[in-house]
T-cell receptor
Framework: GAGVSQSPSNKVTEKGKDVELRCDPISGHTALYWYRQSLGQGLEFLIYFQGNSAPDKSGLPSDRFSAERTGGSVSTLTIQRTQQEDSAVYLC?????????????FGDGTRLSIL | GQQVMQIPQYQHVQEGEDFTTYCNSSTTLSNIQWYKQRPGGHPVFLIQLVKSGEVKKQKRLTFQFGEAKKNSSLHITATQTTDVGTYFCAGPGSSNTGKLIFGQGTTLQVKP
């Protein structure tokens, strides 16, 4: 695809359930990032992938959050035992390389609502 | 930890007025990037500044990077309704992994 694709676009689930969010980056982009954006707030960094490895997962809020990337492409962010404070828009971005000098291209995000 | 602050948080202007948002980092940055997020949309890359004191223009938008590489500004001349959105500055995290530390953003409203 031409841009970063995320699915689902919206997810409503009950507190305590597990959710899995998917990100398909731009083809050829080796770096992939997950961010979280709460209503009216800035972007909170969660995790960074270079290829399939995650050299920086310092932003994951708790051990309920995990992410993986396979084949240097698609990434999934999993939230276990969801809590109401997990409600937010989860944004994925990719860049050609993970040097900090590359612009990041964002997907449309997954809007997660925990009831 | 490293912080990037932006002011103001909100700005309402009449169409045709100028607008400026300011960005300050707690640490020296190797570069700074600016993004625009339209209401309901995702952040879109606008520009990157790398050199100390650098000034770049994109039509009515002027971006500056401070001499000490710790602050930046975005100035819009003669705002239009199409300028509505939230403007974020972002700098590389100190761990140099490519992650960006985003400011909280300045939300611009333009009254026609």
């Amino acid at each position: 695809g031409a841009g970063v694709s995320q699915s689902p676009s919206n997810k409503v689930t009950e507190k305590g359930k597990d959710v899995e969010l998917r990100c398909d980056p731009i083809s050829g982009h080796t770096a992939l990032y997950w961010y979280r954006q709460s209503l009216g707030q800035g972007l909170e960094f969660l995790i960074y992938f270079q290829g399939n490895s995650a050299p920086d997962k310092s932003g994951l809020p708790s051990d309920r959050f995990s992410a993986e990337r396979t084949g240097g492409s698609v990434s999934t962010l999993t939230i276990q035992r969801t809590q109401q404070e997990d409600s937010a828009v989860y944004l994925c971005a990719s860049s050609l390389m993970g040097t900090g000098f590359q612009p990041q291209h964002f997907g449309d995000g997954t809007r997660l609502s925990i009831l | 930890g490293q912080q990037v602050m932006q002011i103001p948080q909100y700005q309402h202007v009449q169409e045709g007025e100028d607008f400026t948002t300011y960005c300050n980092s707690s640490t020296t940055l190797s570069n700074i990037q600016w993004y625009k997020q339209r209401p309901g949309g995702h952040p879109v890359f606008l520009i990157q500044l790398v050199k100390s004191g650098e000034v770049k223009k994109q039509k009515r938008l002027t971006f500056q990077f401070g001499e000490a590489k710790k602050n930046s500004s975005l100035h819009i001349t003669a705002t239009q309704t199409t300028d509505v959105g939230t403007y974020f500055c972002a700098g590389p995290g100190s761990s140099n992994t490519g992650k960006l530390i985003f400011g909280q953003g300045t939300t611009l409203q333009v009254k026609p």
